[in-house]
T-cell receptor, first 115, second 115 residues
Framework: DAMVIQNPRYQVTQFGKPVTLSCSQT?????MYWYQQKSSQAPKLLFH???????NEADTPDNFQSRRPNTSFCFLDIRSPGLGDAAMYLC??????????????FGSGTRLTVV | AQKVTQAQTEISVVEKEDVTLDCVYE???????LFWYKQPPSGELVFLIR??????QNEISGRYSWNFQKSTSSFNFTITASQVVDSAVYFC????????????FGGGTRLMVKP
């Protein structure tokens, strides 16, 4: 089945040690998103790629970076994780063809713990 | 600007009771999409329904039903004969046609179904 896959499902990293979360998709969707979701809160958009164009949300910390080497893969890099970065990170994709919106597909998420 | 409000932060019911989760939205777009997602304790976001702004028909899917009323900007979700497996956080979300496919989430409603 076409889907959005996030690896790993659980990630433990040390305070200050760079960490990379990965997302891959088999849907051939042109838009990919990264959301951060802290406990008891709604998901918050960090950034998204529209094709190769990177779009950063104004309040996303510089500590968070992203790469999209091709249509299928997107990575979230946290350069120096702090305790406050512990959260669920959700990847999503969507397909946009002019005014036609085909909906979002979410991955299962990566739960990041910072120790 | 888009906004989604889920006034109920937490609801507790006993199994087999019916329960309605409220969702009120704001958008200036004339074309928009409304969604409901379920997030069980495992963390993934499970898509439940998508409704576009031109389709005000109510929908029923098994024990789930949705009531979309443009006049009151509401998109409420009812679970009939609730079960313990329905325990989760439920998010209502909105995308406006001019919002660049950016999904706006409500704050979520935590539903606890007790046996």
């Amino acid at each position: 089945d076409a889907m959005v896959i996030q690896n790993p499902r659980y990630q433990v990293t040390q305070f200050g040690k760079p960490v990379t979360l990965s997302c891959s998709q088999t849907l051939n969707h042109n838009v990919m998103y990264w959301y951060q979701q802290k406990s008891s809160q709604a998901p918050k958009l960090l950034f998204h790629y529209y094709d190769k164009d990177f779009n950063n949300e104004a309040d996303t910390p510089d500590n968070f970076q992203s790469r999209r080497p091709n249509t299928s893969f997107c990575f979230l890099d946290i350069r120096s994780p702090g305790l406050g970065d512990a959260a669920m990170y959700l990847c999503a994709t969507s397909s946009s063809q002019g005014a036609i919106f085909n909906g979002y597909t979410f991955g299962s998420g990566t739960r990041l713990t910072v120790v | 600007a888009q906004k989604v409000t889920q006034a109920q932060t937490e609801i507790s019911v006993v199994e087999k009771e019916d329960v309605t989760l409220d969702c009120v939205y704001e958008t200036r777009d004339t074309t928009y999409y409304l969604f409901w997602y379920k997030q069980p304790p495992s963390g993934e976001l499970v898509f439940l329904i998508r409704r576009n702004s031109f389709d005000e028909q109510n929908e029923i899917s098994g024990r789930y039903s949705w009531n979309f009323q443009k006049s009151t900007s509401s998109f409420n979700f009812t679970i009939t004969a609730s079960q313990v497996v329905d325990s989760a956080v439920y998010f209502c979300a909105l995308i406006g046609n001019n919002a660049g496919n950016m999904l706006t989430f409500g704050g979520g409603t935590r539903l606890m179904v007790k046996p």
